[in-house]
T-cell receptor, first 114, second 115 residues
Framework: AQSVTQLDSHVSVSEGTPVLLRCNYSSSYSPSLFWYVQHPNKGLQLLLKYTSAATLVKGINGFEAEFKKSETSFHLTKPSAHMSDAAEYFCVVSDQVGAQKLVFGQGTRLTINP | ETGVTQSPTHLIKTRGQQVTLRCSSQSGHNTVSWYQQALGQGPQFIFQYYREEENGRGNFPPRFSGLQFPNYSSELNVNALELDDSALYLC??????????????FGPGTRLTVT
């Protein structure tokens, strides 16, 4: 069975400093991994996706994530936080076989301090 | 290109009633998935439709049912509403049907409140 653990429920950083959101996953098969962002009262927006190509994945708005199979991790990073990055972030796993079921983590709320 | 749309935006129902939520998929997408997001939680997979048939279901009771139409739009029906059904219901569309690992594109959601 697939599962995702987001290691921090809340991360707070200052504007202009790096962002690190941590995610560990469990999957029986070769997983696809995603990060989605949800701004208040909005739907989910895809930030980036990993599907067994390059282990370092670049996404939108300057975000990137590194797939580390040995550590079963898929941490999300950004070199310099912007006020508009304040939102809820979800790490998501999906097996590459079978139905396209996305399994979400509990989310990490990112707060940006001026 | 039109994104995923959902209706209505908000809905208030009484316990025991029935509700229908609607979703139009992104242009060209043939697969629709539904998710329930309770307050402060990550979304939970309800079920997925491909070619008008259910293709995978999460841990939800049979009173949650759905339909997909030939134009790939979809409905989520919930019977005998319970207070715990209060949540944001998200629809997502994608390509590929039976192939896993595809990215899904989400609509803005329908906020259901059961009183």
């Amino acid at each position: 069975a697939q599962s995702v653990t987001q290691l921090d429920s809340h991360v707070s950083v200052s504007e202009g400093t790096p962002v690190l959101l941590r995610c560990n996953y469990s999957s029986s098969y070769s997983p696809s991994l995603f990060w989605y962002v949800q701004h208040p009262n909005k739907g989910l927006q895809l930030l980036l996706k990993y599907t067994s190509a390059a282990t370092l994945v670049k996404g939108i708005n300057g975000f990137e994530a590194e797939f580390k199979k040995s550590e079963t991790s898929f941490h999300l990073t950004k070199p310099s936080a912007h006020m508009s990055d304040a939102a809820e972030y979800f790490c998501v796993v999906s097996d590459q076989v079978g139905a396209q079921k996305l399994v979400f983590g509990q989310g990490t709320r990112l707060t940006i301090n001026p | 290109e039109t994104g995923v749309t959902q209706s209505p935006t908000h809905l208030i129902k009484t316990r025991g009633q029935q509700v229908t939520l609607r979703c139009s998929s992104q242009s060209g997408h043939n697969t629709v998935s539904w998710y329930q997001q309770a307050l402060g939680q990550g979304p939970q997979f309800i079920f997925q439709y491909y070619r008008e048939e259910e293709n995978g279901r999460g841990n939800f009771p049979p009173r949650f049912s759905g339909l997909q139409f030939p134009n790939y739009s979809s409905e989520l029906n919930v019977n005998a509403l319970e207070l715990d059904d209060s949540a944001l219901y998200l629809c997502a569309s994608s390509l590929g049907g039976l192939a896993g690992g595809r990215e899904q594109y989400f609509g803005p959601g329908t906020r259901l409140t059961v009183t």
